[in-house]
């Protein structure tokens, strides 16, 4: 569960830092060659694009990430339902073994 946790994490600042890289690049290449509005457009399309894909990967990430928590839950659920009976049958021993002991002379 902590490691899911660490990997949409830090899927989510790689997928800023990349935006943040690009837009800066694309920033620069407009600067050195005073692009034109068609080209600026072109790199905007191209920027929404990337975005899209990176919101795209988070989502599936956290999809990925919500149904192991589930799965998680549901084994500890399991686990202490099994706890639950080895304690009860744990206890019924004790008993078992307390009212022998009574009964010897």
């Known amino acids: 569960m902590h490691s899911g946790d660490v990997a949409l994490r830090l899927s989510s600042v790689v997928a800023v830092a990349s935006f943040i890289v690009l837009a800066a690049s694309i920033y620069e290449i407009d600067r050195r060659e005073k692009s034109s509005s068609e080209t600026v457009t072109a790199n905007l399309t191209e920027i929404e694009q990337r975005v899209q894909i990176l919101s795209d990967q988070i989502r599936i990430l956290s999809h990925q990430y919500a ?4 799965a998680n839950e549901r084994e500890l659920h ?15 021993l ?8 009574e009964r010897r002379p």
């Open 67 to 70: 149904g192991q928590i589930e």
């Open 78 to 92: 399991s686990l202490t339902i099994q706890v639950q009976a080895v304690e009860s049958r744990l206890n019924a």
């Open 94 to 101: 004790e008993d078992e073994l307390r009212v022998g002991r």
